[in-house]
């Protein structure tokens, strides 16, 4: 099996997670991808991560120069030392003399044997373990038909071979798309995507398209590419995650509200906050939040749509203090940019904050923005449900405000996530008496009883949560009906 193989490592975060150890060593690979996909940064760090571990690297060049390499390196804080050698192909200067040229076959012939005889030369010279060549396109150019081309390169294959290097071949698939030669001549093949949202910067992702002998991590992985070099977050496999820890209920803090829940919300589990704008969906999660971390425990609060300066303002006269939170390390608040971030790069996030075996509260704050950031619904529903799995076998509370359209009546949500969920509380405006009241009801919870009744709640100086509405119906349809025409009671001390 290919586990036995020897691996070069690629020292891009992320990737050779992916490839399971790395690249398998004196073998060819392919990394292909459209201008600006990032193959140069990728290949350069491959090399990089040779040099520190002793091995020579070449990076033969048939298209940039010498000088926008060390450029590209030295925008990233990279310094090519003395073990990388950086060797421009360049044609004879008879082939840059219009009156020495030849006919147009004879010229490509030569062109071509002389770019394959000065790449034979350096790798000679350098005596090099890791190799870009950079890149087929060229070779493809000059070669001029299908069968000299893939000539070329089982030659080239051979050779490096013999030499026991690791080679990675770029191909910036501007000539010939529909090409697949080195797809059935490279050991492997990575392929780099470039998406451009309506909105927003362009999204990249990345997928092994083949690998002999060797397993790997499948489908599209999202990366992003900033100072230090690209950055790979591999797609998230829940069942590969789990952990030991005891499922116990954890409190609100108010008893009403967890004698509606059945006594709390049980660790481990997803818990998704419905209902329109305003209701309060922030500031209930912000109570799970606040009794976290009074028990001792430390939260971590993602924010799409409110900002941050914002949120610890609103938040301090509802009781809840998150910049002293923050300062005393019990709680991470990210504000996060849905028209800048990935679906990978966010569950990535996540996934580290929840490492932290103090972390009993993920707050998503919502998925309204959440989904702002995908592109297509159906992946959406994908995304969360093995979010929300990981963080369960992570002994992670999680939870998911949604917002509904609509204000009173009838109420449409963007994509449902409620079955995902293990339980499911509902805010609701109703109209009594010539005022809008909220009302608060759990109509889902798989790890337990809870009270299907509906209590009014109110926000002055902290969450407070009322009696059962047990005198009139129609409270979920916004309009309540109640004998008599008494209007619903409220509970002393309410403003």
Sequence with gaps: MGGATSKARTGVPGLDDILMGGLASGRVF???GSPGTGKTTIALRFLLEGAAAGERGLYVTLSETAQELRATAQSHGWQLGDNIEIFEVVPPESLLDSKQQQSLLYSSDLELGETTKLIFEAVERTKAARIVIDSLSEIRLLAQSSLRYRRQILAMKHYFSRHAATVLMLDDLTTDTLDKTVHSVAHGVIRLEELTPDYGAERRRLRIVKYRAQGFRGGYHDFSIGTG??????????????SKFARQSIGTGIPAFDGLLGGGIE?????VILGPTGTGKSSLALQFIAQTVATGGKAAMFIF?????LLLERAKPLGFDLAAMQANGRLQITQLDAAELSPGEFAYNVCVAAQDPEV????IDSLNGYQAAMPQENSLILHIHELLQYLNRQG???FLTVAQHGLIGDMKTPVDVTYLADAVILLRYFEADGAVRRALSVIKKRTGKHEDTIREFWIDRGIQV????TEFHGVLRGTPMLPGDRPPPRPAGDE
């Design 30 to 32: 392919l990394l292909e």
């Design 229 to 242: 070099g690209a950055r790979i977050f591999p797609r998230l496999v829940a069942a590969e995650h789990r």
């Design 267 to 271: 660790r481990g589990s997803s818990t």
């Design 305 to 309: 749509d409110e900002e941050l300066g």
């Design 360 to 363: 009993r509260t993920v707050v």
């Design 396 to 398: 992670v509370s999680t």
């Design 466 to 469: 009322g009696e059962p509405l």
